[in-house]
Structures are given as structure tokens and as C-alpha cells.
């Protein structure tokens, strides 16, 4: 094994009161196939690790998605919005999405989209191609 085998990201979010609230991608290789936050509600010590497909979060990106208490979207205005339901309340949560977009590229780079597989139709895929795409498009405009 080479390279790292975890990435994480620190990102600041607004909650519906507009408290900021400090939380934590991260992503392992040793759970290819999901994706933690990590939150720190009230900015001490205190800890609330949610975890959940990475395919969901890639599917954020594509149109709003979720499955039982996680529900996620990205704004008009550039943010991904986390909506989250535990038994003692619910939560909304925002940060700016391109740099969790950044995250999820990362991941990608370390464990590939369908276990290396590749198909046309999963969120994860099509993600790929369209980063790949704007990497190219970026990369030709430069020679032009
Ligand atoms: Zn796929």
C-alpha cells in the first residue's frame, strides 16, 4: 500500500439559527463505500459522528437525495445542505459545496467509483466523468 488511506476535510457550518458549527469529512479506505461527519455541536468536545454512503453523497451533487435520517441537497446558492434526524431532534445543517465536492474527488482519487468497476448510470460514476470532463475542458483551455 502506498499514498494515504485517509482524507478528511474541516468544514464550517451555518445551522437554521446561523451558529456556526465545526465538523469534519472524513473518509478511509478501510470503509470504502461510506463517508463520516464528524460534528461538534456546541463548539467543545462534545462529538456527534454521522456516517452514510459515499453513492449518497455523491448523488447530493446530482439532485436531492436521502435515505432515513440523512437527507442532503445543494442550494441555488452553492451550499450542500445536510439534514440529519436523530431521536432527540432533528437538524439542519449548511456548508459551501465545493469544497466537499473537493472531498469527494479525493476519495475518488483513493478508491474508485464502483469498486473500480464502471457503469453509466450510478451517481458515483457519473460524478467522475463530469470532474473529469471539467478537468479536461480546464486543461484545453489552457493550450488553446
Ligand atoms: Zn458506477
Known amino acids: 500500500m502506498s499514498g ?9 457550518f451555518l445551522d437554521r439559527q446561523c451558529h456556526l458549527v465545526t465538523g469534519v469529512w472524513s ?3 478501510a470503509d470504502p463505500l461510506a463517508v463520516a461527519l464528524v460534528l461538534h455541536p ?5 462529538r456527534r459522528c454521522w456516517s452514510w454512503a459515499r453513492g449518497l453523497l455523491a448523488e447530493a451533487f446530482l439532485a436531492p437525495c436521502g435515505e432515513a435520517d440523512v437527507h442532503l441537497y445543494r442550494s441555488a446558492l452553492g451550499r450542500l ?14 456548508c ?3 469544497p466537499v465536492w473537493e472531498f469527494l474527488v ?14 453509466s448510470s450510478c451517481p458515483e460514476c457519473v460524478l467522475v466523468r463530469r470532474a473529469l470532463d ?4 480546464t486543461i484545453l483551455r489552457r493550450v488553446v
Not at 42 to 46: C, D, M, P, V, Y
Not at 134 to 137: G, P
Open 134 to 137: 471539467a478537468e479536461l475542458a
Open 27 to 29: 473518509y478511509t479506505a
Open 42 to 46: 456546541f463548539g467543545g468536545s462534545a
Open 4 to 12: 494515504p488511506t485517509t482524507v478528511t476535510r474541516d468544514t464550517v
Open 81 to 94: 445542505v445536510v439534514q440529519l434526524s436523530a431521536p432527540d431532534g432533528d437538524c439542519q445543517l449548511s
Open 106 to 119: 479525493s476519495t475518488f482519487v483513493m478508491c474508485s467509483p464502483c469498486r473500480g468497476g464502471r457503469c
Open 96 to 98: 459551501l459545496a465545493d
